[in-house]
T-cell receptor, first 118, second 110 residues
């Protein structure tokens, strides 16, 4: 299994500023993902972080608002830019590790970063 | 569109079995059924997955209907630690993305 850490664990930010969230994995993994969980809601996939190339964004999410870096197979960052109170959410990193024969890989999730925008 | 349907909430008593249903009537032949759960203030964790046959692991069992249009996650003896939101997710093959629905909030009473 993969162990994932995120920094910061929480933050309170002013509107108009930006915050960069870091995701570190204890082993090399192929797939890394970023999710958002708004208060009381389920998880929504923001993007897939691709190593060595631009991230792949889901509908409704754009690179200018959520730039993502993936410099190597164990690390990624998500920046929430020009924040507004609507960006207050938990942001989670997940990775896909290993291969389960005949099926999808299991995903492991980080503990999340709780962001509050005032 | 999560493409699965689950009850919003369920209740169970400690040490009793729990059956969590999921409807996925439009599932394709290559889609697997995955279950994740999210404990309070934590990220989701994998529980189990299957394609056609029933599956067992140390956490739970997964019973899949013969027509694959529904499945049931079985916790054999619920503990207080099993209180969580349980997500039933369909997907597989080259579709590695997890699409989370609203899930079922399981409450376990002592």
């Amino acid at each position: 299994s993969a162990v994932i850490s995120q920094k910061p664990s929480r933050d309170i930010c002013q509107r108009g500023t930006s915050l960069t969230i870091q995701c570190q994995v204890d082993s090399q993994v192929t797939m890394m993902f970023w999710y958002r969980q708004q208060p009381g809601q389920s998880l929504t996939l923001i993007a897939t972080a691709n190593q060595g190339s631009e991230a792949t964004y889901e509908s409704g999410f754009v690179i200018d608002k959520f730039p993502i870096s993936r410099p190597n197979l164990t690390f990624s960052t998500l920046t929430v830019s020009n924040m507004s109170p609507e960006d207050s959410s938990i942001y989670l990193c997940s990775v896909e590790d290993g291969f389960l024969a005949g099926g999808r890989n299991e995903q492991f999730f980080g503990p999340g970063t709780r962001l509050t925008v005032l | 569109d999560a493409k699965t349907t689950q009850p919003n909430s369920m209740e169970s008593n400690e040490e009793e079995p729990v059956h969590l249903p999921c409807n996925h009537s439009t599932i394709s032949g290559t889609d697997y059924i995955h279950w994740y759960r999210q404990l309070p203030s934590q990220g989701p964790e994998y529980v189990i997955h299957g394609l056609t046959s029933n599956v067992n692991n140390r956490m739970a069992s997964l019973a899949i209907a013969e027509d694959r249009k529904s499945s049931t996650l079985i916790l054999h003896r619920a503990t207080l630690r099993d209180a969580a939101v349980y997500y039933c997710i369909r997907g597989g093959g080259s579709n590695y993305k997890l699409t989370f629905g609203k899930g079922t909030l399981l409450t376990v009473n002592p």
